[in-house]
T-cell receptor, first 116, second 116 residues
Framework: NAGVTQTPKFQVLKTGQSMTLQCAQD?????MSWYRQDPGMGLRLIHY???????DQGEVPNGYNVSRSTTEDFPLRLLSAAPSQTSVYFC???????????????FGEGSWLTVV | AQSVAQPEDQVNVAEGNPLTVKCTYS??????LFWYVQYPNRGLQFLLK??????LVKGSYGFEAEFNKSQTSFHLKKPSALVSDSALYFC??????????????FGSGTQLTVLP
């Protein structure tokens, strides 16, 4: 029962480098999203998807790209890493956002990213 | 706009004593409310949620929360704290009457420490 799987767990990048955080879920969830967690700020939504081929911006999308070519996968791309992107990143999924707005969101274990 | 506040960054309680982690919310309509727990270097784990019905919601690990519409609160409680309950707790809200892809908004988190 894998749930939401994120890779890598830890990554150090140099400023200006690009990379992709991988996220996969095996629960046939329609909705997937990426959050970043910073001290004292809770979780902030970066991008989300309500189904394959559909993505949209969240609260803090700048510097990140996403795509959703399959139901299972939702990679997050950092285009040109900056020290401000040092954070913990969480992928999450749920069955749908509507009409079941009360659906539980399930989180991956996190990816710790440091940009130097 | 929806928002959630966790007024205490840190809560300390002695093992065996009751614990309360506070959460207040703001939505334009009616809320869906969630509590998540995060252990060190781990992802967020779902504890419980309020959708509709009984204002007292029971969740995992002996936790419960009471929805109070007049006070716009959803405090997390446990009758007898365990050292293993020490973790970071997040409250989250989604406006039930908002648009098709309204996201969860998280509080900034409360660090609970249970002292032996």
């Amino acid at each position: 029962n894998a749930g939401v799987t994120q890779t890598p767990k830890f990554q150090v990048l140099k400023t200006g480098q690009s990379m992709t955080l991988q996220c996969a879920q095996d629960m046939n969830h329609e909705y997937m999203s990426w959050y970043r967690q910073d001290p004292g700020m809770g979780l902030r939504l970066i991008h989300y998807s309500v189904g394959a081929g559909i993505t949209d911006q969240g609260e803090v999308p700048n510097g990140y790209n996403v795509s959703r070519s399959t139901t299972e996968d939702f990679p997050l791309r950092l285009l040109s890493a900056a020290p401000s992107q040092t954070s913990v990143y969480f992928c999450a999924s749920s069955y749908s956002v509507t009409p079941g707005g009360g659906n539980t969101i399930y989180f991956g274990e996190g990816s710790w990213l440091t940009v130097v | 706009a929806q928002s959630v506040a966790q007024p205490e960054d840190q809560v300390n309680v002695a093992e065996g004593n009751p614990l309360t982690v506070k959460c207040t919310y703001s939505v334009s309509g009616n809320p869906y409310l969630f509590w998540y727990v995060q252990y060190p270097n781990r992802g967020l784990q779902f504890l419980l949620k309020y959708i509709t019905g009984d204002n007292l919601v029971k969740g995992s690990y002996g936790f419960e929360a009471e929805f109070n519409k007049s006070q716009t609160s959803f405090h997390l409680k446990k009758p007898s704290a365990l050292v293993s309950d020490s973790a970071l707790y997040f409250c989250a809200v989604r406006d039930r009457s908002s648009g098709s892809a309204r996201q969860l908004t998280f509080g900034s988190g409360t660090q609970l420490t249970v002292l032996p």
